[in-house]
Nanobody, 123 residues
Framework: QVQLVESGGGSVQTGGSLSLSCAASTIPYGSVCMAWFRQAPGKEREGVAS???????TYADSAKGRFTISEDNAKNILYLELNSLKTEDTGVYSCALGSGRKCGLFDPAYLHWGQGAQVTVSS
């Protein structure tokens, strides 16, 4: 049984930065992958960044070079640092946990989801 809780959402201006955190109540034994997804109004949910059990990371083209995913395994916390924010980054950001050697940004690979945190970027 896994519960994920995001925090750190808020409103910032373009060019600004924001840091998101995701706390997991427990981490299943075995290979685990985690990721951040986002969904803008009227749009489908899209993968932003992921990290595999071996530490390998994957970023969406829109996020690469601006966002950084990391984790603190001892504290069961997943982070996403968002820099050089644009208005199109606005949306609800959710963390997710899956199981497998390779999950990447493949939505169906993730079975546990947080409630989401709103990120609003204004000009």
């Amino acid at each position: 049984q896994v519960q994920l809780v995001e925090s750190g959402g808020g409103s910032v201006q373009t060019g600004g930065s924001l840091s998101l955190s995701c706390a997991a109540s427990t981490i299943p034994y075995g290979s685990v992958c985690m990721a951040w997804f986002r969904q803008a109004p009227g749009k489908e949910r899209e993968g932003v960044a992921s990290i595999e059990s071996d530490g390998t990371t994957t970023y969406a083209d829109s996020a690469k070079g601006r966002f950084t995913i990391s984790e603190d395994n001892a504290k069961n916390i997943l982070y996403l640092e968002l820099n050089s924010l644009k208005t199109e980054d606005t949306g609800v950001y959710s963390c997710a946990l899956g199981s497998g050697r390779k999950c990447g940004l493949f939505d169906p690979a993730y079975l546990h989801w947080g409630q989401g945190a709103q990120v609003t970027v204004s000009s």
